[in-house]
């Protein structure tokens, strides 16, 4: 597909390595970006990936909504993640429910 071309250290990661660190960030901000429902600290996560890893980030900040949300799709589709979401929890979340057990 065309539009994933742009994006192959992505899909390389969420695909083999989406539970090292800079997997689960990019989980994070992907998902954040997907549906605007899965809480993400932004710049700890972007902090989490590497140079490379960001600017393909950034090229989906830059993008305009309908290609963005396209494209994000794709992404999360071909790496597997839409299977996968069901069952790994984003780091934010874990995060987010250890807090309110502590309250």
Known sequence: MLDLQNFPLTLKILEHAHDCTGGAALREVLWSLYNQHRFCQLWECMGDLSREERAEVVQLFLMPADDRARVLRAILTESGEMDRIDTLETR????????????
Do not use: F, P, W
């Not at 934010?92 to 309250?103: D, I, K, T």
């Open 92 to 103: 934010s979340m874990v995060r987010l429910e250890e807090g309110r057990a502590a309250v």
